[in-house]
């Protein structure tokens, strides 16, 4: 169309060559002509995407959220916890709670060390990353979208959960709301960052699997009746249970995802 021919004429990357833009102005033509073929290929999914295939699958999606959120409900209760049972569940819950993020971390150890969690375009693949631009600034936008979408995939049933544990503990329900967003921002954020770290660095896999056995061994010891050591992966716990837990060890799972994240 005529519109997408004025697009065209008016693109920076339109009659230049790779090598050119490289040789004038590395720093601006390399950040200016990514975000013009991002931009591009944006464009073209959107107009090539089905919208009514989209709302069945955010229809669906939120019909399973509901039916999984009114389960979860059902089964936690509404019953008030006693003291001692408050008592109990901040001592020894956050070790358990622990052992879910040493799983998450293995998980996502793994996956990096097998060459996730991006999966780039074809174009970015054949023609990008073979072009004479920095690979990192190419990688980076990807890399920050994912995580982005990994916390905001954990701050939702994250902040669920939280609101439907406010029902038994005590304490104000927002507390609750916050600190499970939270929790599950940090899964989110560091699911994704370690994978990207291991893959990254290129860590051996041998040396790497030990390391992830010892810890999820630790963690598992720790959340054992009687465990006197804390386990690595508590924090998350300590940072799920902050509305009842007087110390400060949920600051660590913040200081722990924004550094695999960064």
């Known amino acids: 169309s005529a519109r997408q021919r004025r697009d065209a004429t008016d693109s920076p990357v339109v009659g230049r060559r790779w090598q050119d833009v490289a040789v004038e102005d590395a720093e601006g033509w390399d950040r200016t002509v990514l975000a013009d073929l991002a931009r591009r290929r944006r464009q073209r999914r959107m107009a090539e995407m089905e919208w009514f295939e989209v709302l069945y699958k955010v229809y669906l999606s939120a019909f399973v959220a509901v039916f ?26 956050p070790a358990l709670l622990g052992r879910g993020g040493a799983v998450l971390l293995v998980v996502s150890v793994r996956g990096g060390l097998n060459g996730g969690p991006l999966a780039l375009e074809d174009a970015d693949v054949r023609h990008v990353l073979t072009a004479p631009v920095d690979r990192g600034r190419v990688l980076r936008r990807p890399a920050i979208q994912r995580i982005r979408a990994a916390m905001f995939t954990g701050i939702v049933p994250g902040a669920v ?44 896999r041998s040396p790497t699997t030990g390391l992830l056995v010892a810890v999820g061994g630790w963690q598992a010891w720790a959340a054992s009746a009687g465990s006197p050591v804390p386990g690595p992966m508590d924090a998350f716990g300590h940072l799920a249970l902050w509305p009842v837990d007087d110390g400060l060890w949920g600051a660590f799972a913040l200081v722990i995802a924004e550094e695999a994240a960064y």
């Open 68 to 93: 999984a959120t009114l389960a979860v409900a059902g089964a936690i209760g509404d019953a008030a916890l006693t003291p001692a049972q408050v008592s109990d569940a901040a001592s020894r819950g």
């Open 161 to 204: 959960a939280g609101l439907l544990v406010a029902r038994r503990f005590p304490g104000n329900s927002a507390r609750w709301v916050a600190a499970g967003a939270a929790c599950g921002a940090c899964c989110g954020a560091l699911s994704v960052g370690s994978a990207l770290l291991v893959h990254g660095l290129r860590l051996r």
